[in-house]
């Protein structure tokens, strides 16, 4: 059904059958959560797995940043040019079957080197999981809705977080750090197969102006000339750089969090599942829902929104950041962590919904997987292996607050991403003055 005139978007090659798109959102949304938890449970479970594996804030940092996103960043190129090829829930789907299939082996993992393999799966199944689904919301709902509509599925890491937290501290503090690997991982399994068989294919351009006939009329775009497409593109390598930064931030505070909490703030596994679940559920949630919101308020008088919203969302982010770090006590550090995760994370619902209505219908699902590239491969990949590697050389050094001190070195990427952002604002600023 489209969102804008309340007509049925069939499926694809589909009968008259029709979804409605806050189904499929919903849907969505929900694999998104099971996405994220699955990827979170390495930095909640983090103090466990160091005591029953042995491993440092390094071989932390690596396996949840650099090891994981090898797989995850470059694996996502190959899955999006398939599914802009073939059906997108079936890619969706099958993805969803393979990350969660191995985040039941990291659960059974008896080793360093069987964990860092169990998460390179992890982040080769989860690369078919997000792209397919930025193409097929972008089918669902018509331009003006769609930042609104991402705003909504970007709640998948603010849920995922928060019920990770709960749900895996909880089960980790009673039944060891490996049940909630295991129970989530068959969840996701279960999901996989439920999502084939309900789930339908919506139409190629079905809610663009020019419409699914006219755009199944084009000849598909080729790989390469995407892949330069996007790459000589400047709009979408600065929301790509510029949300990449941001990551830097957000994944390396991410990662580190909850062994941060506990480590140089005192909470406890029991604190850790309820507030700083907390924290994540009313402030990542309500950020992500806020920003959608405002995005699409802003970008309906001038695409510009789609930077200026996430500059400035950040420079509010910043001091809050510091004195979270600073904070001599958890119960002060989480107040000023929720307004942090309010505004860390307006750049995502802004980048995606820029680079999905930038490119053509049949290159979206490509195109957001080089945004992810990019964006994850300095964000994910990079973020969590600096602030480990920061906080094992600190600690090398003498530093009896290392973790701390690395976590500070975070800093700057606030100022380049800003940076970043404000000079795509003045690109977009005049490109609509020539048009």
């Known amino acids: 059904m489209s969102a804008a005139t309340g007509a049925p978007v069939e499926a694809h090659g589909a009968g008259p059958r029709a979804q409605r798109p806050a189904w499929v959102l919903v849907t969505l949304t929900f694999v998104y959560v099971l996405n994220f938890l699955d990827r979170q449970l390495i930095g909640i479970v983090a103090k466990p797995i160091q005591d029953s594996l042995g491993v440092t804030d390094g071989q932390l940092g690596l396996i949840g940043g650099l090891y994981f996103a090898m797989f995850y960043c470059f694996i996502a190129i190959p899955v999006g040019w398939l599914a802009d090829r073939s059906s997108r829930v079936t890619v969706l789907s099958l993805a969803c079957a393979i990350w969660s299939g191995a985040t039941v082996a990291c659960g059974l993992a008896q080793n360093y080197t069987q964990l860092v393999i169990a998460r390179m799966t ?9 792209p397919p689904s930025y193409a097929i919301i972008t089918d669902t709902y018509p331009p003006g809705k769609r930042a609104a509509a991402f705003g909504i599925f970007n709640l998948g890491p603010a849920i995922g977080a928060a019920i990770g937290v ?8 009673h039944f060891g750090w490996r049940m909630p690997f295991i129970i989530i991982g068959v969840i996701g399994i279960v999901t996989a197969v439920l999502l084939r068989i309900f789930m339908r294919e919506p139409a190629r351009g079905a809610t663009d102006p020019e419409g699914a006939k006219a755009i199944a009329a084009v000849p598909p775009a080729g790989f390469w000339s995407t892949v330069r497409m996007f790459l000589t593109n400047p709009v979408l390598m600065l929301a790509a750089l510029g949300s990449g930064a941001t990551q830097f931030v957000t994944y390396g505070l991410g990662n580190f969090a909850v062994l941060f909490l506990m480590r140089e703030k005192g909470m406890e596994l029991s604190d850790v599942a ?3 679940a907390l924290v994540l559920a009313i402030g990542m949630g309500g950020g992500m829902v806020l920003s959608g919101r405002i995005i699409d308020r802003m970008t309906r008088r001038t695409r510009t929104g789609y930077a200026t919203a996430p500059a400035m969302s950040l420079a509010i982010a910043m001091p809050f950041y ?9 119960p002060m550090a989480l107040m000023l ?3 942090v995760m309010v ?12 680079v999905q209505e930038e490119v053509r219908p049949d290159q979206r699902v490509l195109s957001g997987a080089l945004l992810l590239l990019i964006m994850n ?3 994910l990949g990079l973020g969590p292996t600096w602030v480990g590697q920061a906080s094992d050389w600190f600690k090398a050094q003498g530093d009896a607050h290392a973790l701390q001190t690395a976590l500070y070195t975070l800093t700057p990427f606030y100022l380049i991403a800003i940076a970043l952002f404000l000079w795509l604002a003045r690109l977009l600023r005049r490109e609509g003055n020539r048009a």
């Open 377 to 379: 491969f300095i964000g």
């Open 166 to 173: 709960a749900f895996g501290a909880l089960i980790a503090e």
């Open 274 to 276: 309820i507030w700083y």
């Open 337 to 339: 962590l929720s307004v």
């Open 343 to 354: 505004f860390n994370y307006f750049y995502l619902s802004a980048s995606v919904a820029l």
């Open 322 to 330: 510091l004195g979270f770090i600073w904070a001599p006590s958890w």
């Open 122 to 130: 992890v982040g080769f199944g989860e690369a078919g999981g997000v």
